[in-house]
């Protein structure tokens, strides 16, 4: 019933920064735990982080330190700010919530890092 919908990505150099969001059509998520997940060509969808439906954040230890999940003012609204990007952080980027019966998966949104 509540679809995520990714944006924010795009291409960007190393060392760069973006914030990618996940946003639900004006449904109110902030009740769920939203997971971040990235993939690319070949690979199984690799987990990044959590926010809970308290704010508590929890990280994959390849992005720890440089990726930040939050919520927005807006309930409908999820954040991944990412810093200091390097090549290896180029995937299609998901916010899927395990709270969701219907495990919905969205588009997601492509992360380019490159030079």
């Known amino acids: 019933q509540v679809q995520l919908v990714e944006s924010g990505g795009g291409l960007v150099q190393p060392g760069g920064s973006m914030r990618l969001s996940c946003a639900a059509s004006g449904s109110d998520i902030s009740i ?25 954040t929890s990280y994959a230890d390849s992005v720890k330190g440089r990726f930040t999940a ?33 495990d919905y998966w969205g588009q997601g949104t492509q992360v380019t890092v490159s030079s």
Do not use: M
């Open 32 to 56: 769920y735990a939203i997971d971040w997940y990235r993939e690319v060509p070949g690979k199984s969808r690799e987990w990044v982080g959590r926010i809970t439906s308290d704010g508590s």
């Open 70 to 102: 939050s919520r927005g003012n807006a309930k409908d609204t999820v954040y991944l700010q990412i810093e200091r990007l390097q090549p290896e952080d180029t995937a299609v980027y998901y916010c899927h919530s395990p709270d969701d019966p219907f």
